[in-house]
């Protein structure tokens, strides 16, 4: 084989592999975009079912308001205080609650929360509530509620 014919087999070789290697990013890129998708989709889910609590809650507002009077009002912002999409939004904040001394809420809305007193105590008649003991639960966690919303949440360590 002359020179000339194995530079030609070495050039036609590393085009080969130059070829795989780009079909191979391509694929990764693919896969990347894939990923990347379905992520906006789960982040677009679950904003979308973050809305849906709160539209849900606005009709529990309205029903409550008709039963008792317009002077009676749920403080929508006080409710979506523990709004979030991931654990390392959450917080522990002190609160004076029939069951516990502490509260988590999203860390966006802390500022909020410690200029607002009402936030801070519960305002249920604790006599009719009936506590189990959460003592152990100290950390927090952002998990979907009974309606889909992720909300902030205690859990123990």
Do not use: H
Not at 22 to 40: F, G, L, N, P, V
Not at 53 to 62: G, N, R, T, V
Request: hydrophobic content about 30%; charged content about 30%; aromatic content about 4%.
């Amino acid at each position: 084989m002359s020179a000339n014919q194995e530079a030609q087999n070495q050039a036609n070789a590393l085009r080969e592999k130059s070829q795989q290697a780009i079909e191979k990013s391509k694929q990764a890129a693919d896969t990347i975009k894939t990923k990347s998708e379905d992520i906006r989709s789960g982040i677009k889910t679950k904003a979308d079912n973050a809305e849906a609590a709160l539209q849900e809650i606005k009709e529990a507002e309205d029903a409550v308001s008709q039963v008792f009077g317009s002077r009676y009002e749920i403080d929508m912002e006080r409710e979506k205080s523990d709004l979030c999409l991931t654990t390392d939004e959450c917080i522990v904040v002190e609160f004076a609650g029939c069951c516990s001394t502490v509260r988590a809420i999203n860390k966006a809305n802390l500022q909020k929360y410690n200029a607002t007193a009402a936030w801070q105590k519960d305002d249920t008649d604790c006599s009719l509530v009936e506590c189990e003991d959460i003592s152990e639960y100290t950390q927090t966690a952002c998990r979907p509620d009974l309606l889909g919303a992720q909300r902030c949440i205690l859990t123990k360590p």
